[in-house]
Every structure is written in C-alpha cells, then in structure tokens.
C-alpha cells in the first residue's frame, strides 16, 4: 500500500500538533468536526484485524503465571536483570492484555451498551483499558532467528489467541535500523499500531486524541506483566516509523506504527544472539534491502470509511517528523509545575492496602464502572492510598522521560479525608489542600456526558499536565509521548481498583477549558486537565453476567453488604 504524502517541514508538523492539541482542549464549546458527525453503529469496522488463508499456530492457553503480586510489580523499577522473556510468557502477556478474556453482559448507565445481549454485539472483556471499548490497537512480532518459530511478522489474532505469520523472513535488522539501536537491542520486537477508523468512527477528529492515551494503557500492560516476571521494557516512541510501516506494508494515514518494543529473550544455547556462523551462512546477520511480502488483511467491513483531515493530519506530523528524542532536562521542564501556595497543610495519607493479588487476576477483573458508583459506603483512605499510589507509578513508563503529568484529587467520600481539592504529593505520600470549587454539583455541570453520576464516586482523580509546553520540548510525537503517560496512569488505576474490588472509570467527555478554569489558579496557567478517573465502591445490587474464557482463577468484587 503507497504511504500517504508526506507533510511539509518541522515548522508545519508543530504547528499542525498545536492546533489539534487546542481544539481538543476547547471541544466543548466549539466541535472539531467542520460539519456535523454522529457514528453509523450499523457500518462500525471490525474490532480486529483478520488474515486469512496464512499460516499460524495458536498459543499456550494456560501461560506462566508472573511471580510478583499486583503491589510490586507496579512499584518495580528496575527488574532483576537476566530475566527474558520465553514463547509462553510472550503468550501471557498478549493474552492478559489485548486477548478475548470473558463475555460480558451488565446493566450500565452508558446508553452506548444497548443491544449487547446479542452475540454479534457482545462485549468482550480484556485486560487493557480502550476508550470507547474500541481496541484500536494491532500487535505484532517481529520474530527473529532462535525464539522458536520460524523467523518472520507474526500478527497477533485476538479473538483465537493465536499468531499468524504474514511475512517470511528476519527482519529483525530492519527493525534495528530504524530504532536507531544496535545489536544489543536483540532481534525480537512488538510493534503496536493503530487502525484509526477503529475508533475514528464514533469519536471523529477526537480520535488521534483517544488512541495515543489507549497506546499508554497497553504499554503499561506489558510493562506491568514483564516487570511481575522480573523482566525490563522500555518502549521506544521515536524512530524511522514511516520505514516500520513500509516494512509491514500499511499507510500512515489509516494504520501506523506507534510504539516499539525490544523484547528480552531467553535463547537456546548460540542462537539469536549475536551473529553466528550459522546465522552469517544463512544471511541473518545483516539487513536485507528488500521489503518482505505481506499478506494483505481482509478488506475493511465497513460501506464507507470517512477520513478525518485533522486526526490525521497531527498523526502524519508526528510520523514524519524527524527530531531526535528530546534532552531529559528539556522534559523537565516542561514537567515542572506552577502550584500556587497550598490552601492548608498536607494531609498525611496512610500507609496504602496492599495489592497482594495476582498481575493475571487483575487483568482479568478489570472493568469500567459505567455509573455504577454509589456512596452508600465510604471509601477507605487506605484503599485511595493505593489507588493514587498505583496512579504515580503509572507515571514511569520508561520511555526515558521524567513523568509528564501530576494528578490532583477532588475527595468526596473517604474516610477520614474532609471533603474538598488536593493535590497528590507522591514523595511526601499526602494530600495538599489547593483552593478550588467544592466537588459537587462542579464536578456534574463540568461533565458533559450522562454515564456517571460523579456525586457518587467516592474520590475523582484529575490527571494534570502542561501539554504545550511537551510539545514545544519534544515535537510533534511529544503528543504521543504525553498521552502514553497518561494511558498508563489510568491502567495502573484500573488494575489497583480491580485488585481492591472497588469501582473505577476514566473519561475523557469533560469541559477542559471550565476544569481548567477553576483549577487554573491553584495549579498554573498553562496546566491543564486532561483525563478523569472516578473511583468508589458501586451499587451492591448491579445485575452481570460474565463468562471467562480463560483458565486462570479470577478475583471476584467484594464490595457487597
């Protein structure tokens, strides 16, 4: 497939960013779109991607399970070094992240969950979070000599949990190349893009805006399951990705790569690391010019696929863009906050719950709220404790960048905790009073959906950033870099909730110029609120049906009377 022309020089690519970056910011009171837009439900594309007629082979059903808890692996920063990743942990890991885990059926207060009682309109459970539920992320492997398989691009086909193989070949020095990395990288690699009409078709422009924070929630999957294992990842953001995506034959305007990750393997005794005899004899160890066939996927399911020019004209700019990774010290300050003066001393936190459980079960148990909060029963300052905890360490998503972002706290019913606007102090381990509007009715009139009663939820974490400033630091893909981290702080908060057994819910349909507004003299003028994650326990009585797919045990809610 032909790459779509390439846009005009660095001036343009940031000038296209920043102009998206204020139209989501301001997309409350002026629409993106230039004409109006509502989803077509009965033409939405496929929920993944399909080859057929290639070879492949399914994988472990039952994988290893990771041997840290929840708590450590989150926590982990530097895992034990020599652990490597294996087929069947490779297996887990896709599995417990972007595989089919249950079916599930509840009654929710989203009125975009009708109809799923039918089986063409199921809703399949899945370890990472997406919004919208849309998973618009495709996963593949670039296997290369010694992992086991024959050497190649292997798709990752979610629904059947099994990899089919669509090239021939070791790429793997292809791939290096265009990482700027050398042999110490290895030669197996996860490529992650984005097929934007997955989610282009119900949220419009807003979706480069969406798919760049659901790319952070799946790399914190990955880094959350290699780290229980004791093993490393660092995802690489920056590279020669209109080269990757030549490799894998797609256009970056509808499909591209948008991260990469070196996979740490445990190879058999003188294979795949290195450039062997062996691998010297068979041609593995330098690059091949040529570019492998791919097989093609199956055409688009939907009648008519709309293009949406300023979605896709800030993906085309971070593609193309050129710039290196940008200076640590320069992200730094772009980090830096602007708190004003606390309106009161910090509030100690105590020590948080442990997370004791299992990273799988977690995975398996996670699930959005969808307005199912209820206050009937105070959140434990114990349980917020881990939650925003686990939110911090969502901030470290070694990508080598300092965190990026700062989540502020609106606190409604926890125990022990007065009602009112914190700031989190993640070294400190307490609350700092900022001045701000009470939390309710606020927080209401600010939303700008009807899937949540916000009154309910027992604390609203803000996830606060200076995103001109990252962007001006890093480029274009500092975008992608920004939103990355705060996908990870959701997963990170979704998997504390489900390992507590409390309620949670991230939204994105909010007025971020009145929340920054209000919250603006606190914390700065050029921060702003870019993600909202509820929390507390839910109703009791809340009818569901979920039927798992998995062999593994999983963890069941306890927030019942």
Known sequence: MPDSAEPGGAGDHMLTVTRYLDAVLRRASVPMETEPFEPDWQDQPRSHKIYRGVPGFPLPEAPPQPLLPLGEALLAQHPGEGAAFTLPLLAGMLRYSYGWLSRRLQITADPGQGGREAYAHAAWARGSAAGGGLYPCELYWVCGPGAGPLPGVYHYDQPAHALRRIATGDISPRVREALGAGPAEGRQFLLVTVRFWQNAFKYGEFSHHCVTMDLGCLLQTWQTWAASCGIGLSPRLWYDEPELDRLLGLDPATESVLAAVPLPWGYLPDKGRGTGAAEKSAGLATASRSTPSIAPPVAERSRTVRRFPAAEAAQLAAAYDTRPYPAPEALARAAADACGPPAGAAVPLPAPTPLTGGVAEALAARRSSFGRFSAHRPLAAEDLSALLEAAAAGRRLNTGAPPL???????????????????????????????????????????????????????????????????????????????????????????????????????????????????????????????????????PDRPRFDASLTPSPRTDRTDHP
């Open 405 to 539: 972002t700062r989540p502020a706290v609106f606190v409604q019913h926890v125990a022990g905790v007065r009602a009112g606007l914190y700031l989190h102090d993640s070294a400190a381990h307490a609350l700092v009073p900022l001045p701000g509007p009470a939390p309710h009715p606020f927080l209401q009139r600010v939303y700008t959906l009807n899937n949540y009663n916000l009154q309910q939820a027992a604390a609203v974490l803000v996830v606060l950033a200076r995103p001109h400033a990252v962007v001006a630091a890093a480029g274009p893909r500092g975008y992608r870099l920004l939103n990355a981290e705060v996908g990870a702080v959701a997963q990170s908060a979704y998997l504390a909730a489900a390992a507590l057994g409390t309620g949670c819910g991230a939204a994105l349909g909010f007025d971020y110029e009145a929340l920054q507004a209000a919250l603006g003299p606190a914390v700065g003028p050029d921060t702003w609120p870019l993600l909202l994650l509820m929390t507390g326990h839910e109703r």
